[in-house]
């Protein structure tokens, strides 16, 4: 028997976080903002990360997307995919119409005119886009904008989305339809997604699982399943209940800090 142990390959979609600290700035002017956070997301999962305003939620989004890097700790996506972004600004490209926004990462994968065609036409049904491929992005509103950037991010073809507060410019009812779809898209697609949010109730309402941050430095104090049974509604009292357990934890950890 030979003792070379081999280090598990991580499964596609999955995220694992090992220990992951940021620092900003130097000397007194140093900011733990996060200190040794572990997390493992399932492939599939739908995993909603919660906490006060400054936490670091954006922070542990832009080091697992590789916009920045980690002071210390481990980040593993599996099969080193590349996952896709949302934030909440949709980010398009005004003087593109819908179509060529949705077509940008197509023509970075270097698919060829009709495929992309196909692809995009396909992207915009997923979305309830179909009609609108040729009109700009000011001739939209926020809620079609964010679905067009939705569009955007699914034509990465990437098993792992990452959301930073994607709806939180958006009223109350079109952030309703926009989870209904997101969870739609989700479970078809078999996503996994790490999703952003301050709105518990929202979190409740997408997430298998939430997890809660602290604030300075950002660590995880209090993860929660969410079982209730798809499709759900915000306003069911389950959800109701279990946003009202994470926003007492969250109370508890603002209070903390006197703010
Ligand atoms: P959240 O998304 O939860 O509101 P952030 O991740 O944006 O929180 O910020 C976490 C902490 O890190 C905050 O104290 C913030 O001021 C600080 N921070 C974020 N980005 C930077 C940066 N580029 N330089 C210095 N400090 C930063
Ligand atoms: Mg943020």
């Not at 493992?40 to 909603?48: H, I, R, S, T, Y």
């Not at 964010?146 to 079109?174: C, I, N, S």
């Not at 809660?212 to 209730?228: A, C, M, N």
Request: proline share 5%; with cysteine.
């Amino acid at each position: 028997m030979t003792s070379t142990t081999t280090t598990p390959r991580s499964a596609t979609g999955s995220v694992a976080l090992r220990g992951v600290t940021k620092v900003y700035g130097q000397g007194e002017n140093a900011v733990l903002a996060l200190d040794g956070v572990s997390l493992d997301v399932a492939p599939g999962e739908f995993v909603c990360l919660v906490g006060a305003s400054g936490c670091g939620k954006s922070t542990l989004l832009n080091l697992v997307a590789g916009l920045d890097r980690s002071s210390g700790g481990q980040i593993d996506l599996g099969d080193g995919v590349n996952p896709g972004l949302m934030f909440q600004e949709p980010a398009l490209f005004p003087w593109l119409t819908v179509e060529a926004n949705v077509e940008v990462p197509l023509k970075l994968r270097g698919l060829p005119r009709a495929e992309r065609r196909e692809k995009v036409a396909e992207l915009l049904r997923t979305v309830h886009l179909a009609e609108f491929g040729r009109k700009r992005p000011h001739q939209l509103s926020g809620g079609m904008r964010q679905r067009v950037a939705l569009a955007r991010t699914l034509a990465l073809d990437t098993p792992v989305l990452l959301m930073d507060e994607p709806f939180g410019a958006l009223d109350a009812m079109t952030r309703d339809i926009l989870h209904d779809e997101l969870e739609r898209i989700w479970s078809e697609r078999r996503l996994t997604v790490l999703f952003v949010t301050h709105n518990v109730r929202e979190a409740a309402r997408l997430a298998d699982r939430i997890i809660l941050l602290s604030s300075r430095p950002g660590r995880i104090i209090y993860s929660t399943r969410v079982d209730v049974p798809r499709p759900r509604r915000i306003d069911s009292p389950e959800i109701a209940n279990i946003a009202a357990e994470v926003t007492d934890r969250l109370r508890t950890e603002v209070g903390r800090h006197g703010q």
